[in-house]
Structures are given as C-alpha cells and as structure tokens.
C-alpha cells in the first residue's frame, strides 16, 4: 500500500494508518531527514527477521534505531542526519536480537516530522535502515521504492523524491568520537 503524506505537516489520520501497520508486526518504508528507511517495531522479532530478509543482512549486522529521546552527549546534533554507535549495555530495553556482536547499537533521531511523528504515535523506536537495493543503490524516489518493494512490505509512505546522502554515523564508544562515515551531517564540531 502507497500512502501518499505531506513531507512538512504529515497529516494524523495518515500517521495513524503508518503505526498500525507497525503495531501489527508489519514492514513500512518512510521518509527520514536523509532518505528514506525500512523499518519496524523493535518489539516484533518477526518483523526485524523479514527485514534482514529484505536486505539480505546477516543478523550480527546492526541496523540502527529511529528515537524520539536526546543523549547529552548527542544534544547539540540532534535531530539531525546522524547515526550514533553506542555501548548496548546502555540499551537494556532493547531486544538482544537487535545488538550486535560488537555489543553496540546505533541510534538515530532524524530531523524528519513524519519520523518523529510515527516513533511519538508507536510510542517506542523503530528499527531502521536504508532502502537499497542489493548493490547498495540507495533508492530516494518514491516510484523506485515502489517498482522494488511493493510485494516485500506492507506500506510506501510517499512524501516526494529525495536528494540527499544518508546519515553522518559517529563512533561513541571510545574516549573520543569516531567518524566511520561521513554522510549528510556536519562533522567539523567533532574534529
């Protein structure tokens, strides 16, 4: 299912639409402040299996998660296009199947209202990746997405192309911030 939603002002009726989907253990694909994301609740341990399925991801791969809280050490880049590597020791309420062997998670608050609206109506994060194609084609156009996705998650929530670069991911389990790749935030305050 297609579900067409303004980028800015996502419309309730249509963000509720979104979180059912979730709630009931299925796989949407939605815009985030970089590009867009497959994602589902990380309650739903088939559902984070379908989507290693989908990208064809070993499980000891993380993927990251879509929050809606603030991390001292993170306040001044959130919400923005980052992508932050944590201990998971710190994550406790996560599901085990979501942390990687390294012990880390990554978390992600994007400056998206369609994001930050679907985690604030699920009222927990969402596991998160990009959409991409097997050759690691990032796919920001909505008709894309469609053409390669319709038969493998229940919704597209469509707010227009993208052009932009995924998330800036920053290593924050050592005694000093780790650029591991540098994408569409600013690193300058970290170097």
Do not use: W
């Not at 001292?72 to 590597?85: A, D, N």
């Not at 109506?121 to 690691?136: K, N, Q, R």
């Amino acid at each position: 299912m297609r579900l067409a939603i303004h980028p800015v002002n996502p419309e309730p009726r249509l963000i509720e639409r979104a979180v059912e989907v979730l709630k009931t253990g299925g796989i949407v694909i939605y815009p985030t402040d970089t590009v867009y994301g497959i994602g589902c609740s990380i309650e739903n341990k088939n559902a984070i299996e379908k989507i290693h399925l989908i990208k064809h991801q070993r499980q000891e791969k993380p993927f990251s998660f879509v929050c809606n809280m603030a991390f001292r050490t993170m306040k001044h880049l959130i919400p923005g296009p980052y992508t932050f590597i944590l201990p998971a020791a710190k994550m406790k309420q996560f599901p085990r199947i979501l942390v990687s062997k390294r012990r880390t998670v990554g978390i992600r608050v994007p400056d998206s209202p369609i994001a930050l609206a679907l985690v604030r109506e699920l009222g927990h994060p969402i596991l998160s990746t990009s959409v991409t194609l097997d050759d690691g084609t990032v796919l920001n156009d909505p008709d894309l997405i469609v053409e390669h996705f319709h038969n493998r998650v229940e919704m597209i929530v469509d707010a227009g192309p993208f052009h932009s670069t995924p998330s800036t991911v920053i290593d924050l389990t050592g005694e000093q911030p780790e650029i591991i790749r540098e994408g569409s935030g600013n690193v300058s305050s970290l170097v």
